[in-house]
């Protein structure tokens, strides 16, 4: 079964085409990251602006290089929540455009749930139950993949997301939008025991997460720095955000792990891309014997193969919708509607 796939609910207009939920055809991801990054973050009404420029090529393209014509399109697959509003909204009507015209089924896929599928694409034989921290610029969640269509949250943030951390303290050192992957590189050079960052537990809630404190924290200790005048390393303050971000991630998420008596875990969500929080996992999994998977590296971020990966199962589930189909900007992993 040929799904071809769209993704548009953030800064990329990405489609894909693959086969029987695992084998990617092609992969095609146009990213606005240089066009936002003038603003230091994602203008909605631009990304929704681009989509609606770029959306046909990307999709003529992903067929093109899949090396079929939309004739062996089998059914249309779409991120339809949660995310930027008008950014969905230009996804889903061209996803109901493509199956009301090709007379294919139509299937709304949940963002989260597709970043989860990323690691069915990186690793063919995993299958459901297992566990996975989702991190990404809007969420943070520990969800107990039930099975390929059936999600329960264990934690979740009770404030802003770890990508929203990152971009916030990435924003304050001066760095680059997107401020994650620019944290991440600066953190090589510095030395990570360097400045006191606060890790927050939320008494009654081990599984839940709170970054909002710690970018105060460290907003705070660069404001201080500038005010006294005094001349800092970054890349010092950079490496202690990241170790207490990835060591709050890894502890929250080993604990839900052991408690749940998971043996299989995952990443997922454009966080899984850091170095160090991979790396700490990888080395806490070892020694619990925990097999982890993580996604490959260019299918952490935002991309439209992990969407029809995750509309094969959501289709097989018959998950599939009409031409009433909505965008949703918020939406639950475990509840979805249509
Ligand atoms: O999943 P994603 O591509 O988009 C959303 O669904 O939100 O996640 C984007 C987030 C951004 O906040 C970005 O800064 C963060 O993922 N990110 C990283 C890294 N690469 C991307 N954060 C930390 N380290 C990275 N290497
Ligand atoms: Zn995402």
């Not at 697959?77 to 995310?83: E, L, N, Q, S, W």
């Not at 990404?136 to 269509?149: A, P």
């Not at 990152?166 to 304050?172: E, I, L, N, S």
Request: net charge negative; charged share 20%; with cysteine.
């Amino acid at each position: 079964m040929n799904i071809l796939s769209i993704e548009t609910s953030c800064d990329e207009t990405a489609a894909a085409v693959v086969k029987d939920g695992r084998t990617v055809l092609s992969d095609i991801v146009y990213s606005q990251a240089q066009l936002h990054r003038l603003y230091g973050g994602v203008v909605p009404e631009i990304a929704s602006r681009k989509h609606i420029e770029h959306i046909d090529e990307v999709v003529n393209e992903a067929v093109k290089a899949a090396e079929l014509t939309f004739s062996d399109i089998d059914a249309v697959a779409v991120t339809y929540a949660p995310g930027l509003i008008g950014a969905l909204l230009v996804g889903v009507g061209f996803a109901k455009g493509l199956s009301y015209s090709l007379k294919v089924p139509l299937i709304p896929v949940h963002h989260l749930r597709s970043h989860i599928a990323a690691n069915y694409i990186t690793s063919p034989e995993l299958e459901p139950p297992f566990i996975c921290l989702v991190v990404s610029g809007g969420h943070s969640h520990i969800v107990e993949v039930v099975d390929y269509t059936n999600f329960k949250i264990l934690g979740r943030t009770r404030d802003d997301a770890a990508g929203e951390a990152f971009d916030k303290a990435a924003r304050v050192l001066g760095l680059p939008y997107p401020g994650g992957v620019e944290i991440d590189k600066l953190s090589a050079k510095g030395n990570p025991e360097a400045v006191r960052l606060p890790k927050i537990d939320i008494e009654g809630a081990p599984y839940d997460f709170s970054f909002s404190g710690l970018k105060t924290a460290v907003i705070n200790v660069v404001h201080n720095l500038e005010q006294k005048g005094e001349t800092f390393n970054k890349a010092d303050i950079a490496a202690s955000f990241n170790k207490a971000v990835s060591d709050t991630l890894t502890g929250k998420f080993m604990q839900a792990v052991e408690n749940r008596g998971y043996k299989k875990a995952a990443i997922a969500g454009g966080v899984s891309a850091n170095s160090m929080l991979r790396k700490n996992l990888q080395e806490h999994c070892e020694s619990l014997g925990v097999k982890l998977y993580m996604p490959l590296m260019k299918l952490c971020g935002d991309n439209a193969c992990m969407v029809g990966c995750q509309g094969f199962y959501e289709y097989k589930a018959g998950n599939t919708a009409d031409m009433s189909l909505n965008g949703y900007a918020t939406m639950s992993i475990e509840n979805v509607i249509y």
